[in-house]
């Protein structure tokens, strides 16, 4: 039975205090922290001596690992410190790199040794000198550099954290445990921690590195205290979180203590950087500054940052990496912890899926900020989500009614979510068939120390020839019966599915995406809090709500009444946060720039058109489907609106409220042309009048709909507005605007957003508001105008209005 970690290290601490005062026959392996300095093998060259070590306020760890150099640094009150390293084993004589202080109060060293061999196994000693001016030294660490691509290395482990937080004192084992238990035991040989070295490349840590940035003794205690059996043999690849920055506004100790790449911007040194292990591309990013509920959104910041990240990926692309992982600490989607998401984020995940989409290269992003672990894939390209945390921060209460009502949501982007501590390991394999592996580990507080493996996932580029076909889905169908099947030749390698549905046979224009929890195998999430079992110690119990399910077949109509089905399935909460704090800007990576997006609805009289494709294990998509049709019985009226297309040259049909509408021409308009036609409605000016001092300009029309009063009000007819809009710089403010009203004039609620605006600049785009009519609608009054913000003339362009009604 092995001896655990914890004894070996009882019985390091008496062999420590023989340093210098070894047999010359016995040899020092630096992996094995009960080894006094001494030859590793018989060498020419002994490793230094002294009778005492030195006094470590934090004892060595690695920082910006590569294939010709390694960082090493630590924190002490000795003075004159110096690195010796060689290459273990070879007796050669010792590389010998004096240290630079790296703090303020002179107690932070970092020596960089350069001009390594790569893919090399070090041993190293540090040496220095006590208040007697007495030489001390360490026992011996390792240390292995990073490869090159003559080396032939084909795979790399990486273990991903997030989240070493303390901030509940019963949780100050968990750490311990993770390091103790997990890495030492799990990922090497505990009793000769030089196997860590050899066996993982590097530790990310995705911020929240520790509670208060400010406060000296986190760093001392709650980091590198609880994790210093393994820093000075792995490096630590870490990015700021909000807690790093509590007390800490300019990063001065996170700075102090963190030393990456200086291959960030200018001016934001140490918050952004890459790392390059062979053909995986490390990047970390800063995102407190770019998010909005828990950071200082600064849209300068995520401006410099946004364009560094492109030109780190176009490099990237130029060097044709295989891999590219983005690291930052808040999440795009958060499925345990809505109010910790961040649009800034999104536009970095966007990034991100571009690189991929563009290449064919796995892509991925570590985050956490979320204290749960999480694992989903991209809608569209080989790009991994993975929340790293827990690996100290106390994990969400999915036990919490309150928690859950107000907190989570089950995306669909993500696959897994199991709140509770543990870490991942990531294995990439190099070469013709590269791929990367997720394994995540469960464990962590006294008594759940296993480690077992919760979740496996892996990425790998490869052809996926299971072409769907329809067997259901055709022909003219109810609205409440509304059933999409398929079949494939191997079922069983089918992972998941996407069905999209559009009214264009060409699949152009809107396209609606059904994708995610209800059409893949597996669905692990939370049950209602009062079902959920587990805890705060050992984690709380996620269930499949997937199991047993048939992803072949998609009651549609079933769907449409429990979820809103949207183009681009998750994307819309990408840029549509939950809370207002977390809105900070509108992303020019929204295709919709902020307005609502069309949500599915099965219109009386209309054609659907409907696709599939599979995914299977590795995320490899088929080829669409044929495009199969499905049509609903009804009737469509022609368009209800007079002179919507402004032809009739002036304001027919339109009574004026405000300002001025006019009917113009491209020669009124600097020649911009209408959409189709020769006229187009505008706001004021244009040589048509009243062009200086007011801003705001509006027409509306009534339309009489009492003729269908008993289909609306048995809920049969479906209202179509829609209008072709736009500006002439973006700066003015065009508003289409739909009222309900009764027979007495009163408005009617609607219960959906009831305007749409646009922001185009002299490009024509459709924008429209439809659903089913409510109860009591007797006469629908729609509006055109908006306001004037810059300029002479109000810039609010409408063509092509049409109402129509389908029952």
Not at 93 to 122: A, C, I, M, P, W
Not at 609 to 634: C, E, H, I, K, P
Not at 730 to 746: A, N
Not at 777 to 803: H, K, Q
Request: charged share 20%; aromatic share 12%; hydrophobic share 30%.
């Amino acid at each position: 039975m092995l001896i655990s970690y914890r004894t070996l290290l009882a019985l390091s601490a008496s062999a420590l205090l023989l340093v210098g005062c070894n047999d010359s026959d016995k040899t020092s392996d630096p992996g094995t922290d009960t080894e006094v300095p001494g030859n590793p093998d018989a060498v020419a060259v002994p490793p230094p001596q002294a009778a005492e070590a030195p006094d470590f306020i934090v004892r060595p760890y690695l920082q910006a690992p590569a294939s010709d150099t390694m960082t090493v640094m630590f924190e002490t009150e000795n003075t004159e410190p110096e690195v010796w390293a060689r290459s273990f084993g070879s007796g050669e004589e010792f590389q010998k790199v004096g240290s630079e202080v790296h703090s303020e109060d002179g107690l932070v060293y970092r020596s960089v040794l350069s001009g390594l061999t790569s893919n090399t196994l070090y041993e190293y000693y540090v040496t220095t000198k006590d208040a007697e001016g007495s030489q001390r030294v360490t026992q011996a660490f390792a240390f292995k550099t990073w490869p090159n691509a003559s080396d032939d290395v084909t795979e790399a482990r990486f273990i991903a954290l997030s989240d070493t937080q303390l901030d509940r004192e019963i949780y100050e084992v968990v750490l311990n445990n993770v390091v103790s238990d997990g890495f030492m035991m799990e990922e090497c040989d505990g009793s000769r921690p030089k196997t860590c070295a050899e066996n993982i490349a590097a530790i990310t840590i995705s911020g929240d590195v520790v509670q208060t940035g400010g406060e000296r003794s986190h760093w001392r205690e709650q980091l590198f205290g609880r994790m210093a059996d393994i820093t000075p043999y792995v490096p630590l690849v870490t990015v700021p979180g909000n807690h790093d920055y509590y007390s800490n506004a300019e990063l001065e100790l996170y700075r102090t203590y963190m030393s990456p790449p200086d291959n960030g911007s200018i001016g934001y040194q140490d918050h952004w950087y890459f790392l390059d292990y062979l053909d995986l591309r490390l990047v970390g990013l800063d995102s407190y500054p770019i998010s909005g509920a828990h950071g200082s959104f600064n849209r300068e910041t995520l401006a410099v940052q946004r364009q560094w990240l492109r030109e780190t990926l176009k490099d990237a692309e130029i060097q044709q990496k295989t891999f590219v992982m983005g690291m930052f600490h808040h999440g795009c989607l958060s499925e345990m912890w809505n109010v910790g998401e961040s649009i800034g984020s999104c536009e970095m995940v966007s990034e991100l899926e571009q690189y991929s989409e563009n290449t064919g290269a796995i892509t991925g992003h570590f985050f956490g900020h979320t204290h749960a672990y999480s694992r989903g894939q991209s809608l569209n390209t080989s790009h991994l989500w993975l929340n790293a945390a827990s690996a100290s921060g106390y994990i969400e209460p999915l036990d919490s009614a309150d928690h859950q009502n107000n907190q989570i949501s089950d995306y669909d982007t993500f696959e897994v979510s199991r709140s509770e501590f543990g870490y991942s390991v990531l294995t990439y394999r190099f070469g013709p068939e590269a791929s990367v592996t997720l394994q995540r580990k469960k464990g962590g507080y006294d008594g759940d120390t296993d480690f077992e493996v919760v979740d496996e996932v892996t990425f790998a580029a490869a052809a996926n020839n299971n072409l769907p076909q329809a067997t259901a889905g055709t022909g003219e169908l109810s609205a409440t019966e509304i059933e999409l099947a398929i079949n494939v030749g191997a079922p069983e390698q089918v992972h998941e599915v996407q069905w999209q549905v559009s009214e264009s046979e060409a699949f152009e224009g809107t396209v609606f995406d059904i994708w995610g929890n209800e059409t893949r195998r597996h669905n692990v999430f939370y049950d209602e809090a009062s079902r959920v079992g587990g805890d705060e110690y050992l984690g709380f119990e996620a269930v499949d709500t997937q199991q047993g399910a048939d992803i072949f077949r998609l009651d549609l109509s079933t769907q449409l009444d429990s979820q809103t089905v949207r183009p681009g399935g998750d994307d819309y909460y990408r840029w549509t946060k939950r809370f207002d704090s977390q809105n900070t800007h509108i992303s020019t990576y929204d295709e919709y720039s902020g307005q609502p997006r069309p949500t599915l609805s099965f219109k009386p009289g209309t054609t659907y058109y409907w696709r599939a494709r599979v995914r299977d294990g590795q995320m490899n998509w088929s080829t669409w489907s044929d495009s199969y049709s499905f049509s609903l019985a009804g009737t469509r009226t022609p368009n209800l609106l007079v002179n919507g297309d402004a032809e009739a040259g002036d304001l027919s049909g339109w009574v004026l409220t405000s300002g001025l509408i006019s009917a113009i021409t491209a020669t009124n308009n600097g020649g911009f042309a209408s959409d189709d036609g020769d006229y187009y409605f505008s706001g004021r000016g244009f040589g048509q009048g009243q062009s200086g001092d007011c801003c705001t300009d509006t027409a509306y029309q009534t339309v009489d709909v009492s003729g269908y009063g008993m289909d609306i009000d048995s809920g049969k007819v479906y209202l179509e507005l829609s209008a072709r809009m736009t500006t002439w710089s973006g700066d003015d403010l065009p508003e289409l605007k739909i009222e309900l009203l009764d027979g007495s004039d009163q408005p009617i609620e609607w219960g959906k957003p009831a305007t749409r605006t646009s922001s185009s600049v002299k490009s024509w785009e459709t924008q429209g508001l439809d659903g089913f009519l409510p109860s009591g609608v007797r006469s629908i009054r729609v509006y055109m105008g908006g306001e004037r913000t810059a300029g002479s003339d109000n810039d609010v362009y409408f063509d092509n209005l049409s109402l129509n009604l389908l029952y």
